[in-house]
């Protein structure tokens, strides 16, 4: 491993306190568009998220201050929110525009409101001080629709601290177990890989050479007995790990020409609590871009994939609360380096030293 820092210092866990000072996706703009209103949980905040009626999409606290009724189950008129309930109306900037018939309440009455940015498909918001939403903080990721590239994506809603998931993202030493029946390398060929912190991401490179090809792209591709397989891995913020893959027949006579298939995947990471996480992926190809048949197996072998890492996630977080013994310590191998550094990085964040 190599670090230009981050070799030492508090590893962030599931008690960590989740990062506020962050952009995260809060949803996608296809579900906004298909529910009107949309309310989302969170880092344990309840936000309603609609479209005013240039377009624009604006955020506020999903919490009527009259009797907490959520404002989503209410209705929209023109650009304002109107509680279901007696109602309270309020502007795009959360400020109340009309009480209910007969009250009275002296001062200004105004919800939290949170800097929103659409870069589609999805939504980002800002959850920490409106002040420091700066929008060159949002991360920067591959396009999602490149041309000569096709997309397949998902979401899961997991049950498990979001710092488990980075790590299980950054940790690709679990492929060759936990998904031994998909996209491991069956014969659990040792991998060289490289590690370290550049500009607060974490960047992991890994070269499998002259291996098995994983049982999902040995039915989809046209591969022979023995690979070489690419794979870099980046956290870029607590609200993205990304990377992408190459995988060619390997050959012996480094001159000739092969194929090479890439393959790119986002996964977008929002805390919705302390121990829920809300989940997109994006899984993007550069070959069989018309075969839907190739696209259907891949995103069910990608489905097979991520469910194994949700029931390892899942079950690992009902352990963790359940036991509560405070003597436990964990043990760390050299191939978890890429997720201690991501850890001590989200402890920064959190400001824990
Ligand atoms: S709960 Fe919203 S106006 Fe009463
Ligand atoms: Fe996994």
């Not at 891995?233 to 190459?246: I, K, N, R």
């Not at 805390?271 to 899984?283: A, D, G, L």
């Not at 550069?286 to 194994?308: S, Y």
Request: some cysteine.
């Amino acid at each position: 491993m190599s670090a230009s820092s981050g070799t030492t210092g508090a590893m962030a866990d599931s008690a960590t306190p989740l990062v506020a000072g962050c952009w995260y996706v809060i949803c996608t703009t296809t579900e906004l568009d298909a529910q009107k209103m949309l309310s989302r949980w969170i880092l344990d905040q309840n936000i309603v998220v609609r479209r005013t009626e240039n377009g624009t999409p604006v955020a506020m606290d999903n919490r009527c201050p009259h009797r907490s009724f959520p404002l989503s189950k209410g209705f929209q008129s023109g650009d304002e929110i109107v509680c279901g309930y007696h109602g309270m109306s309020f502007d795009s900037e959360g400020q109340c525009t009309r009480l209910p018939a007969g009250a009275e309440i002296r001062g200004k009455i105004a919800l939290r409101t949170y800097p929103l940015i659409e870069r589609a498909p999805l939504i980002w918001i800002w959850m920490g001080a409106p002040s420091k939403a700066d929008p060159s903080l949002l991360p920067d990721y591959p396009s999602l629709t490149e041309a000569s590239w096709i997309a397949i994506n998902g979401y899961y809603h997991v049950a498990a601290n979001y710092v488990g998931l980075h790590e299980n993202l950054q940790d690709l030493s679990h492929f060759e177990y936990l998904h031994s029946s998909s996209i491991g390398v069956p014969d659990r060929t040792p991998s060289s890989f490289d590690a370290r912190l550049e500009d607060g991401k974490v960047r992991c490179a890994r070269l499998y050479a002259n291996v098995q090809p994983p049982p999902l792209y040995q039915t989809l591709l046209d591969l022979g007995p023995r690979i070489d397989r690419k794979i870099r891995v980046e956290f870029t913020s607590p609200a993205l790990t990304h990377g992408d893959m190459t995988i060619r027949n390997h050959n012996e006579k480094p001159n000739e020409e092969e194929q090479e298939y890439h393959t790119r995947i986002l996964h977008f990471l929002t805390p919705e609590s302390q121990n829920s996480t809300h989940y997109w992926w994006y899984f993007i190809r550069d070959f069989a871009l018309d075969n839907g048949e190739i696209g259907d197996l891949l995103k069910r072998g990608i489905q097979a994939a991520f469910a194994e890492d949700q029931m390892a996630l899942e079950s690992i977080s009902e352990l963790t609360r359940r036991d509560p013994r405070t003597t436990f310590r964990e043990l760390s191998f050299a191939t978890d380096q890429p997720g201690i550094l991501m850890r001590r990085t989200i402890a920064a964040a959190a400001g824990l030293e």
